[in-house]
């Protein structure tokens, strides 16, 4: 239906009055379902830290096809303790000290949030789900930081970051997130990512990876994307897009098939330059 629009839409611009005509009154029948992946993905994760309790049927579901035991916050049953904690030691944790400010993006319900808060200055939290936030909150308490600042929440109604935010960053943590969004909004971040960071800063971010065996698997056992599936990308796109903003690799994953994340992401550790 669009294409027949687009055709008809340029043969107007040619000066036909009755195709014009009718493309005006195509175009007013016109429906646009889609609500924009930003958006979607809003709805669905408030949703989601609405809903979840470690004992639903649903959650109890999730963990066990990834094995996990401890459910103690939201994204605790997405898999193994191990898995995760492995993730956050090599790539996150040698790059927070009590003295970094740090940020986090995509909180979600704070598994990451509740091992980075104990070790750094400073801690932001972004969300754009305002439940998420609310999860992350209580997961960390009273959320004083090991270098004595608090853990500050900011709700995000656009994939940018606040404007006051700019080279005020030490490290920016992005995991587990760009795996439901497509390749616009995660350029916007990577982009957002390279403007708050200070020169010198580094970044952790993840990406659901075409051209990885779990990767593949997980794609292929999908019939199309959605936000509650995964967005795949290969580490070349990525890599393209980290090098237009102006960032360095500094490091990137290997692959390990006993780890879900090792063997289904991208996992990359970037720099801004001084």
């Not at 629009?5 to 005006?24: C, F, H, I, P, R």
């Not at 609500?35 to 066990?64: C, H, I």
């Not at 909180?107 to 992350?136: H, P």
């Not at 992005?174 to 909004?185: A, E, N, Q, W």
């Amino acid at each position: 239906m669009q294409e027949c629009v687009d055709t008809l839409t340029e043969k107007s611009k040619a000066g036909n009055e009755m195709v014009s005509n009718l493309v005006q009154s195509l175009g007013s029948a016109l429906v646009y379902p889609d609500a924009g992946n930003f958006d979607t993905n809003r709805k669905l994760w408030d949703n989601y830290a609405a809903e979840w309790e470690p004992d639903a049927s649903w959650v109890q579901k999730m963990a066990q096809g990834s094995k996990t035991e401890r459910l103690e916050v939201v994204g605790d049953e997405w898999s193994t303790r191990d898995d995760v904690m492995r993730v956050i030691n090599d790539f996150i944790l040698p790059n927070v000290t009590e003295e970094s400010n740090v940020g986090e993006i995509g909180c979600g319900g704070g598994r990451v949030t509740v091992e980075v808060f104990r070790k750094a200055g400073q801690l932001t939290c972004f969300d754009i789900s305002k439940n998420m936030l609310k999860r992350t909150r209580d997961a960390v308490g009273e959320g004083v930081c090991a270098g004595g600042g608090k853990v500050i929440f900011v709700l995000l109604s656009q994939p940018r970051l606040p404007e006051n935010a700019s080279d005020s960053l030490d490290f920016v943590i992005l995991y587990d997130v760009l795996v439901h969004v497509d390749l616009h909004i995660t350029n916007k971040y990577i982009r957002e990512i390279a403007r708050v960071l200070k020169p010198g800063g580094k970044a952790f971010l993840s990406t659901a990876n075409f051209l990885s065996p779990g990767g593949w698997d997980r794609f292929n056992a999908q019939d199309k994307y959605s936000v509650g599936g995964f967005y795949f990308m290969c580490p070349d796109m990525v890599r393209l897009m980290l090098d237009k903003a102006g960032l360095r690799v500094v490091r990137e994953g290997d692959h390990d098939p006993s780890n879900s994340y090792y063997n289904r992401d991208y996992l990359v550790l970037v720099q801004k330059p001084l």
